[in-house]
């Protein structure tokens, strides 16, 4: 059975950091893309962070380029993001995802499984 559990969210300043975690069970890391989603009321669901299969090659959104960083550590099974020089704009609530069904990691309804979300708000 795959689980993924998200933790690490919070309130923080503007300009503070933050390093969210996602525990996984039921994957093996090496045959698996993992991604970061995260939603603002109001908005779409969207990709932040990808790391593809093999842990070397990654995406970031251009909004978070720079300042975020995705990982993993397959022995702990946990995807990790660390977000740094947070924004107001970055406010939202953070999604882990796995098991991409299709070639279009950026669309979130290509995912067969999610974490329950944990929330990150940035204030100025």
């Known amino acids: 059975q795959v689980q993924l559990v998200e933790s690490g969210g919070g309130s923080v300043q503007a300009g503070e950091s933050l390093r969210l975690s996602c525990a996984a069970s039921?994957?093996?890391?090496?045959?698996?893309?993992m991604a970061w989603f995260r939603q603002a009321p109001g908005k779409e669901r969207e990709a932040v962070a990808i790391i593809y299969i093999g842990g070397t090659d990654t995406y970031y959104a251009s909004s978070v380029k720079g300042r975020f960083t995705i990982s993993q550590d397959k022995a702990k099974s946990t995807l990790y993001l660390q977000m740094n020089r947070l924004k107001p704009a970055d406010s939202a609530m953070y999604y882990c995802a796995a098991g991409l069904t299709s070639n279009r990691p950026l669309d979130p309804g290509r995912y067969r499984h999610w974490g329950q979300g944990t929330q990150v708000t940035v204030s100025s």
């Open positions: 039921g994957y093996t890391f090496s045959n698996v893309h």
